[in-house]
Nanobody, 123 residues
Framework: QVRLEESGGGLVQAGDSLRLSCFCS????????MGWFRQAPGAAREIVAS????????EYSPSVRGRFTISRDNAKNTVYLQMNSLKPEDTAVYYC????????????????WGQGTRVTVSS
């Protein structure tokens, strides 16, 4: 397991942008595939985006594809989520996740979670 710490959440208006960051402690960051999940009030936690350990592939949920971009900097042990054209329905707590599988596709393969960062998008 690794320790993950998110930052960058906040209150924005519809159409604005935010960039979330997730710092991973330890020296094995490059061995983990990473992902971002979100959980809105009263809803289940859902995957938003994922990136493979070697940065070769990225995947997005249909609701954010074309607006969000996941990236990683293995030299900084950090994964990012650039969120553009934010909508009120993007309001949620966003969680960083790490896994030893090639690409995170489901919640079941996540081995480590961050504490979450809240994103609120007003209309």
């Amino acid at each position: 397991q690794v320790r993950l710490e998110e930052s960058g959440g906040g209150l924005v208006q519809a159409g604005d942008s935010l960039r979330l960051s997730c710092f991973c402690s330890g020296s094995a960051f490059g061995r983990f595939s990473m992902g971002w999940f979100r959980q809105a009030p009263g809803a289940a936690r859902e995957i938003v985006a994922s990136i493979s350990w070697d940065d070769s592939t990225t995947e997005y949920s249909p609701s954010v594809r074309g607006r969000f971009t996941i990236s990683r900097d293995n030299a900084k042990n950090t994964v990012y989520l650039q969120m553009n054209s934010l909508k009120p329905e993007d309001t949620a707590v966003y969680y960083c996740a790490a896994s030893t599988v090639q690409q995170i596709a489901t919640i079941q393969v996540v081995g480590s979670w961050g504490q979450g960062t809240r994103v609120t998008v007003s209309s």
